[in-house]
C-alpha cells in the first residue's frame, strides 16, 4: 500500500509539470513485469519509472536501491543508466537514506520495454528506521518530488542542470 500511495503522489507531482503518468498497478492489484512493459510499449510511453518497498527476513537490511537493465557485461540502456542514477542520487540526497547504490539488472520490466526503464526501491518494511521514514506522508512526498526532479533533469542540458538535490520544480 505504501508503494502504491508512493505512486499515487508521483502521479500527481508528474501531472501538475505536464507529463502524462499511468499507473499499472492499484492498492490490491496490478499487472505482472511483462504485462506492464507490454503496456508501455503499446502507450508509447517515454520512460518507466517502477516503485517498490522491499522486505527480507532480516531486520537490518535497510536503504535505497535503483536498477535499470544491464547485463552487467558491458550491454546496458544508457539512457536507462543515466535515469536511474539521476533518480537514485536526488533520493539519497532528499532523504538521507542509506545509499545501496544502482544496479544493472535484466528482469522483465526492465528488458522487455521499449524505452528506458527503471525500478526504484524505497527503504525495506523489515527495517524499523526505514518503515518509520515510509510512514510518513512528508517523506512519500520527498521521495515522490526527488523522483520528479531527477525525470525532469534527464531532459536538461548539462550546462544549465543543477547540482543533485538543490533543483525543485514549483507545482502551479
Known sequence: ELAWDLA????????AA???AYLT???TTGLSEEERADFANATGADLVVSLHVDATTSPTAEG???????????LTSTVGEQLAGLV???VVARTGMLDCRTHA???SLLRLTAMPAIRLEVGHLSNAGDRARLADPAFRDTVAEAVLVAVQRLYLPAEIDPPTGTYSIPLV
Open 8 to 15: 499515487a503522489r508521483l502521479e500527481g507531482r508528474l501531472g
Open 18 to 20: 505536464g507529463v502524462t
Open 88 to 90: 537514485h542520487r536526488e
Open 105 to 107: 539488472k535484466t528482469w
Open 25 to 27: 498497478r492499484g492498492r
Open 64 to 74: 535505497v536501491a535503483t536498477y535499470h537493465f544491464g547485463t552487467g557485461s558491458g
